[in-house]
Nanobody
Framework: QVQLVESGGGLVEAGGSLRLSCAASGLAASLYGMGWFRRAPGEERHFVAAISRSGMSTYYADSVKGRITISRDNAKNTVYLQMNSLKPEDTAVYYC????????????????WGQGTQVTVSS
């Protein structure tokens, strides 16, 4: 059974930083593309970032480029999202995702999802 468990969310002031983690179990993470999506209050879920199984290729939504970095540690079956210069509009539930199909941009539709972790950025 595939499980993705996010951690690291919380409340931070604008301009601050957070690092989200996603621990995968029930799959060999090194074989899967992994990424992050987010859902702000009253909105649909949107793509944030994704990383190829090797970690050599990364993809970002335009709204987060330059502020957010995705990385992975396949030995730990974990993917990370380092978020800097946070803005109030980054407030959302952040979801970890994984799929056998490799991401090639924001048009990536993973099969496996975590439960989400709340990130709140105060102004």
């Amino acid at each position: 059974q595939v499980q993705l468990v996010e951690s690291g969310g919380g409340l931070v002031e604008a301009g601050g930083s957070l690092r989200l983690s996603c621990a995968a179990s029930g799959l060999a993470a090194s074989l899967y593309g992994m990424g992050w999506f987010r859902r702000a209050p009253g909105e649909e879920r949107h793509f944030v970032a994704a990383i190829s199984r090797s970690g050599m290729s990364t993809y970002y939504a335009d709204s987060v480029k330059g502020r957010i970095t995705i990385s992975r540690d396949n030995a730990k079956n974990t993917v990370y999202l380092q978020m800097n210069s946070l803005k109030p509009e980054d407030t959302a539930v952040y979801y970890c995702a994984a799929d056998w199909a490799q991401p090639a941009g924001s048009s990536w539709y993973p099969d496996y999802w975590g439960q989400g972790t709340q990130v709140t950025v105060s102004s």
